[in-house]
Antibody, heavy 118, light 110 residues
Framework: QVQLQESGPGLVKTSETLSLTCSVS????????WNWIRQSPGKALEWIGR???????RYNPSLKSRVTLSLDTSKNQFSLRLTSVSAADTAVYYCARHISSWWGIDSWGQGTLVTVSS | QSVLTQPPSASGAPGQAVTISCSGS????????VNWYQQLPGAGPELLIYNNNQRPSGVPDRFSGSKSGTSGSLAISGLQSEDEADYFCASWHDSLSGWVFGGGTKLTVL
């Protein structure tokens, strides 16, 4: 049974860079797409972007200019970097995986709350 | 504002049935599958239904899904107290080439 665990600072200052890591255990990351998704207080889930095992990325256009996803296959980890954050970036951030768009996201991390404050 | 539209709340008595709807567009549900998730407080979402009506192993057959056109539905029969949770739908969006989600429905078991 795969397990995903997000880690990173819970508090980031306005205008700085948010960095999170997702550690994957219990299954090989090969063959999957790895996603970052967030949920701001009182709002719906928002897809941030995805990275394939080969390193191909796709980002939500609303965040594309500020987002970078990367993958470290040697550590079974993938990471999110979001620059120039503001209070609007305060959210619970989830990492998640899918193998096919038809089969849905089959595993999620438990999420980590990141608060942006000056 | 979510891309997929769900009712914010639903309720039913133990043993009864409830249905939650999810409305989208031709760019998401209309051309891709609907997936449903259950989320308990403080936990990550768990997959309930994938590919419109398929249940992962371990999900009780009290949970079922369907899709028609640009809408999907999640039906829960024989409500139990442990079903009280948030439920949300998700679908692939063709032009985004990524996931879109419903705003979530809070299910209360009376």
């Amino acid at each position: 049974q795969v397990q995903l665990q997000e880690s990173g600072p819970g508090l980031v200052k306005t205008s700085e860079t948010l960095s999170l890591t997702c550690s994957v255990s219990g299954d090989s990351p090969s063959g999957y797409y790895w996603n970052w998704i967030r949920q701001s207080p009182g709002k719906a889930l928002e897809w941030i972007g995805r990275i394939s095992y080969s390193g191909t990325t796709r980002y939500n256009p609303s965040l594309k200019s500020r987002v970078t996803l990367s993958l470290d296959t040697s550590k079974n980890q993938f990471s999110l970097r979001l620059t120039s954050v503001s209070a609007a970036d305060t959210a619970v951030y989830y990492c998640a995986r899918h193998i096919s768009s038809w089969w849905g996201i089959d595993s999620w991390g438990q999420g980590t709350l990141v608060t942006v404050s000056s | 504002q979510s891309v997929l539209t769900q009712p914010p709340s639903a309720s039913g008595a133990p043993g009864q049935a409830v249905t939650i709807s999810c409305s989208g567009s031709s760019s998401d549900i209309g051309s891709n599958s609907v997936n449903w998730y259950q989320q308990l407080p403080g936990a990550g979402p768990e997959l309930l239904i994938y590919n419109n009506n398929q249940r992962p192993s371990g999900v009780p057959d009290r949970f079922s899904g369907s899709k028609s056109g640009t809408s999907g539905s999640l039906a829960i029969s024989g409500l139990q107290s442990e079903d009280e949770a948030d439920y949300f739908c998700a679908s692939w969006h063709d032009s985004l080439s990524g996931w879109v989600f419903g705003g979530g429905t809070k299910l209360t078991v009376l």
